[in-house]
């Protein structure tokens, strides 16, 4: 008998206590196994895929993408039983929870369709409260996930199919196909053996005349929950169809889906073909300039529509609420364009990794009282003692691995600014271990990875690790762990072209060094005006940890080193 489980929001820890979904990975109506990711969300710190603890047929989802959802909160719902042999025989074109019969019969409806066949742990055994438990994506069962079939809608239901009740959570009050003749119309008994009939269709995957399954299909809140319980045969994706499209992020095809843009058509600027941010956004820009040189009739994105639901066309003597509709959040999509639409102001609500680094810079502002120092230097042997390292056949060494061997270097000889001040007992805390954030800019925002004991890795090893760092933060893959308990930030802000800066102290760290660019400028050496490569230094720390004579220190120490990249010898 299978028996329908709610899968709710977990707390995916370091005190979050919301998520926004961003991508849906199951539709209603699949089959997954125990642990298998069936939502992507992004929280304040990271992207994170939560896998769920069930396997069985999903029979609803709850909330859109871009929705945000408390801890707590239901995700999905689950029916959890044994797939029938007759089910997995047939594959995704099996109907589930669609009896067959002539009207007025009294065929009885087919078994559930509960765990993945072959999935590993109880669930594939037909348990009703099996489950891993494991909330976290790294932490599931070792086996390999069971394949996903997608439980295809019957295309009728009998009318002797009871629907089973709901609960405002979205599952059956009570095991299901326990109804009786009376609550069947035309008098059909539910079969006490057909459980998964009513469990499924409650929900809205099986079934496109039961109320239950209309239900559950809103309940679900998306397109895939509404095709489902319409009888859908199948919800296709966006790029289905067509060749594969080289999409990574989310946020690419949502950029995309919003604007209109068929992502099939586009030719990606990253590795391998790879579609990223930036070629969403040509495309959109390109759509418009030809829609400006268009003039009127220009058909307006997929999505922009008027009240009444109809296509609004853009173009002259339009009104904006036919041709100017507005995306989710209060912003209009950048392909709704045209003489008649009127510009509007646009709000970006202040939450996820946004609202996170908001509350984080506006706390450090006004708990640490900070003080920066600064001082140029000349960068051009430690150009040089790069070029040197970097010889065919050995791995790279980047600049950034350079400058952090020689921040815990300095950190090593200036402990005090390894530290955090903890205000509830108001004591300083100096750390044993250097665990060095730096700041990378990504199609998400500036995250900050973390690459921990950084004081026992060599130059080679800061430099791998600063790489797969940097390139999980731009897929969006950084987990917690790779994003937290930082205790001292390194801020090459010098890709930006800019010379200066004056951060601001990574709560609760005690101080943070910034690296500006580093640029052909005239310098004394030795005695005699050159032309040197010169880079400008500066240090952002907490005054209540030390003074300015041990900031200076640091700093100075800091400069002596990349002009002399010998002295790093004095402390390997």
Known sequence: MAVVREFTLPDLGEGLTEATIVHWMVEVGEVVAVDQPVVEVETAKAMVEVPCPYGGVVTARFGGEGEEVPVGAPLVTVAVGAVPDDLVEAGPASGAGAAEGAPGGGASAPASAGASAGASGPAANGSADAGSG??????????????????????????GAAAAPRTSGGAADGPAGAGTAEDAPGGVAADAGTAAVGAVGATGVAGTAGTAAAAGAMRAGGAAGAAAANGSAEVGAADAGGRTVAVISPLVR?????????????????????????????????????????????????????????????????????????????????????????????????????????????????????????VDADATELLAARRAMNVPGAPKVSLLALLARITTAALAR???????????????????????????????????????????????????????????????????????????????????????????????????LGVGRIAAKPWVHNGELAVRQVVQLSLTFDHRVCDGGTAGGFLRHVADCVEQPALLLRTM
């Open 134 to 159: 494991n909330v976290l994506v790294g932490y599931g069962t070792s086996a390999a996930a069971a394949r996903r079939r997608r439980i295809r809608p019957g295309s009728g239901t009998a009318p």
């Open 254 to 374: 949502r950029m995309a889906r919003e604007n209109g843009l068929d992502l099939r058509e586009l030719t990606g600027s990253g590795r391998d073909g790879l579609i990223l941010r930036t070629d969403v956004e040509s495309a959109i820009r390109a759509r418009q300039e030809r829609e400006s040189a268009g003039g009127a009739g220009v058909v307006a994105p997929e999505g922009a529509r008027g009240l009444s639901g109809a296509t609004g066309i853009v173009g002259a003597g339009t009104t904006d609420a036919v041709g100017a509709a507005t995306a989710p959040g209060g912003v209009r999509p950048l392909g709704a364009t045209g003489a008649g639409a009127a510009a509007v102001e646009e709000r970006i609500p202040l939450r996820g990794m946004l609202g996170a680094a908001a509350e984080k810079f506006s706390r450090s502002r006004r708990e640490i009282p900070e003080a920066t120092c600064w």
């Open 414 to 512: 200036f402990p005090q600014l390894n530290a955090m001040v903890d205000t509830k007992t108001q004591e300083i805390v100096r750390l044993p271990a250097v665990h060095l954030g730096f700041a990378a800019q990504t199609g998400r925002g500036l995250v900050v990875p973390v690459v921990r004991d950084a004081q026992a890795r060599t130059v080679e090893g800061l430099s791998a690790e600063i790489t797969r760092l940097t390139e999980t933060a731009r897929a969006g893959g950084l987990s917690l762990a790779e994003l937290t308990h930082g205790t001292f930030t390194l801020n090459n802000y010098g890709v930006f072209g800019v010379d200066g800066s004056t951060p601001i102290i990574n709560h609760p760290e005690a101080a943070m």
